[in-house]
Each structure stands twice: as C-alpha cells, then as structure tokens.
C-alpha cells in the first residue's frame, strides 16, 4: 500500500464532543472511521483493517471451538418476535418499521427468534445435536444515549452464537467450550481482561458471564479480588445507593483475598438460556424414546466493533494508538525522506516494500512529499508497530533507521532489517 494513493484522511483535531474518550477522539483522528449520523459510522479502509483483523480471530476460534458460520437477516418480521413474545416486552431499543404492504418488521439487535425458528424447522432429533450456530453480522439497537463513538453505537458489528442441546449438561459442556474460546479470543489479540459475573443469581455459578476489558473509561464498575481470578459487576454487591469505594478492602466473595475497584469495558457476554426460547417458540427435538423434549439453549456474544476501540482503550500515549501486533493495520511503516533529491531512496524503498510484503509482512509505504515531522507524527497516531526511515543516513552510510513505536531507535544495514523488526 502507498501512502500517497490510500484513503487515510487524518485529523489535527476532533470536536470535543467527539473527545469524550480518547479511542473514539483517535479513531477520527486517525482517519479509521467517520460519523454518518448519532451512533452510526463508516468505517475507512484504516479502520476496516483492524475491524476485520478482530473478525477474523473471532472467525477463526469460533470454528476451532467447532461452530458453524451463517447469515441471517438483519430484517426481521414481527410474527417471530410475537411468539418469543418479545415484540411488546422489548423496548424503543427495537427498531421497529413497516413495510409497503403494512406488514410489521424490525432490525435485529440480536437474533434468538430467528435462529430458534430455524432450528426448529430444520432439525428434528436429538441425534443431530448438539450444535452451535453463529454469524458475524451487523446489529441494530436504537440506544437511548448513542456515545462514545463505536464503544456505544446503534449500528455495529457484533459475533452471536446460539447453542441447542437436548440436556443441560450438554449444554453445560459447550458454554465452558465457548468460555475457553473466549479467552483465546482475547489473548490472541493481546488484551488485558477479565470474565466478570454478571446476573446475581449467577454469584458462585456461572449462568451468565461477562468479558470485560479492563480500561479507566470503562462504562462499568467491576469488583476484583486481588488474589484470585473472581471479578464480579460491582453494582451486584451493592445495596442501594451504597457507593462502590465501600467494597474495596472487603473480603472477596470467593473467601480469596480482598477486593479491587476496576473499570471494565464489556466485550463479550456468554449466556445459559435454558429453555426460555424453545418453550415460547415450541421449539423440540425427539429424545432417543420418541418423546418431544424443548430444547436448552445457549447464546454468546462478542462485540466485535467494540473490541477495536477497547484495545486502543488499553493501548495508546499522547501520540496515538499503540495497536497490539494481532490487530494492528499494518506492521511496517516504511518512510521516505527526500527522495525527490536521492533517487535511490525511492527504488531502495520499493525493493525493502516488496521484499517484505512478499515475505507475508503487511505493509504501508509512506511515499507523500512530506518531512519527517510529519510522518513520523502520523505512524505513530495510527499506531503501527514499526517504522522504517529511508533518509539521510542512507543517503550517506547506506543505513535506515528503525523506529519502533514506544520510541527506540536502531540504524541498521537494508540487509538486516528483518532480524531487526
Ligand atoms: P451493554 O450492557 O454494553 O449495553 P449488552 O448487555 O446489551 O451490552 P449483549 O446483548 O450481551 O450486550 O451483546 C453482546 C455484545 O455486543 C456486548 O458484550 C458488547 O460487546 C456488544 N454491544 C452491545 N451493545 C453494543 C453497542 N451499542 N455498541 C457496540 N457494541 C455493543
Ligand atoms: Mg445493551
């Protein structure tokens, strides 16, 4: 990718209504994303990368854990929604409309009905399940205070699954698969984070779990023990109008060490069901005497656009983004200084471009006519690992310099580099 023909259209600054949290301010600022209207984005080609870097490590664990990939409609009718009786219950975060013919319909902010409808038509026995669906697919929910850029959206992109199962120990047994899978998810993207209890019934077991990644301006208060892995949504050891500072120092629930404040950015949600959905929608499967049995299910949710601006949550100084290396957009920024002047900048340039994009690298070339000042300036505001300057060091000594995002700096020989980066 040249820099001078790519679609990176940087900001020197944002409204401060956009400045709220510094991911959001930084992504516009980096020219990853732009505002449509409140809560809905576009995402740029920058933006893209990154979104669809996280997808695909989704993607990827999500079938490693043995799940099937689909589409649904993002549109869906009110008749399902009337017999998971949700139509009414659900509140304006259901976006609803009508037709030409005034039939009734809405934008999925999630996807039970459909998926349960589906299932029930298409699978019969028990000996068919388990089985657990998901898509990766772009959610509709007309939030009452869209904020904080893609954090809180009303357009974003979100993973779901839905798991069947004709008994709760299956079901049991695949919400621990997807936990675990989870965790992969975040590790592999390099994320520091927690799983948080997150319904009260659930303190001590684990219908509901929620992932949090742990950032200052996270919207929720988690209570950790500083001992153990035991996090807990702090409001769920709340009395009323007790304030949060209150527990800190209190004996962590699980008798492990004493608790911590910590603010979490809700990531990932993984769900036990139970029969909820297939009991309103008779959703059944034969058991191995004939019987027809309702069956357990499961949901589990990853905010995938969300994730995007956690880890710059997580990840960023007073010059931009630092992207962990699993998402980052590009990991080599080579940069041109004075190559109008030092013809074998430019072709020395494109040979390392080449060379380095072929051996699997993803790299952008910064080639605009320029001073380092200024792209030095924006490598590090769009966050990318390492830059390597082609300038008047290799002018003279026939060496570039490498520098890496937290500020170090080596010159190095063209034919080192790669030992180097
Ligand atoms: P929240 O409490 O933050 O509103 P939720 O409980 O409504 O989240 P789920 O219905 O469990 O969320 O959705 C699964 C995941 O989708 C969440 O864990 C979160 O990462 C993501 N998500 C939910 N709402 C939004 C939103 N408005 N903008 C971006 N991501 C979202
Ligand atoms: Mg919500």
Redesign the pocket.
């Known amino acids: 990718m040249f820099w001078s023909n790519y679609f990176i259209p940087t900001l020197k600054d944002t409204a401060s209504e956009d400045a709220q949290v510094i991911s959001n301010s930084l992504m516009l600022k980096s020219g990853m994303i732009r505002k449509n209207a409140s809560?809905i984005y576009t995402w740029l080609p920058l933006g893209l990368r990154v979104l669809n870097k996280v997808e695909n490590i989704v993607r990827e664990e999500m079938n490693n854990a043995g799940a099937h990939e689909v589409l649904m409609p993002m549109v869906q009718p009110k008749d399902l929604w009337n017999e998971s009786k949700r139509w009414d219950k659900f509140g304006p975060e259901l976006l609803r409309f009508k037709d030409r013919h005034d039939r009734d319909f809405c934008l999925g902010?999630?996807h039970e009905e459909v998926i349960t409808d589906l299932i029930k038509n298409n699978v019969k026995s028990y000996k068919e399940l388990p089985l657990n669906i998901y898509q990766i697919q772009t959610?509709f929910?007309d939030?009452i205070r869209?904020r904080y850029g893609?954090?809180?959206?009303?357009e974003?992109l979100?993973k779901?699954s839905y798991s069947f199962h004709l008994s709760e120990e299956s079901l049991e047994e695949t919400y621990q698969i997807m936990r675990n899978a989870y965790s992969k998810i975040f590790e592999r993207i390099g994320l520091d984070f927690k799983i948080v209890k997150a319904d009260s019934g659930a303190i001590g077991g684990d219908k509901s779990e929620?992932?949090h990644v742990l950032a200052e301006n996270g919207?929720?208060t988690l209570a950790v023990s500083d001992k153990s892995d035991y996090a807990v949504n702090a409001e769920l050891l709340l009395e009323n109008g007790q304030d949060s500072k209150s527990l800190v120092g209190q004996e962590s629930p699980d008798g492990n060490g004493l608790l911590e404040i910590t603010k979490g950015i809700?990531?990932?949600?993984i769900?036990q069901l139970g029969k909820l959905y297939s009991e309103n929608m008779n959703a059944t499967v034969l058991d191995d005497s004939g019987k027809a049995k309702n069956m357990h299910m499961g949901c589990y949710?990853?905010?995938i656009?969300?994730?995007v601006a956690a880890a710059i949550e997580q990840n960023f100084d007073d010059k931009g983004i630092i992207w962990p290396k699993s998402i980052s957009p590009f990991d080599l920024n080579i940069i041109t200084i004075g190559a109008d002047k030092d013809k074998n900048i430019e072709a020395s340039s494109r040979k390392l471009y080449k060379e380095l994009t072929q051996k699997g690298f993803e790299v952008v070339l910064d080639d605009r006519d320029d001073g380092f000042g200024k792209k030095i300036k924006d490598s590090e505001l769009i966050g990318v690992p390492v830059s390597i300057v082609f300038g008047k060091n290799f002018t003279d000594h026939k060496k570039v310099e490498i520098i890496f995002r937290n500020g170090e700096k080596v010159a190095s020989a063209l034919n080192e580099v790669e030992e180097i980066i």
């Open positions: 809560g902010p999630t959610k929910r939030e869209p893609v954090m809180r959206s009303r974003f979100m779901d929620e992932f919207e929720d809700e990531v990932g949600h769900f949710g990853i905010g656009s969300r994730i």
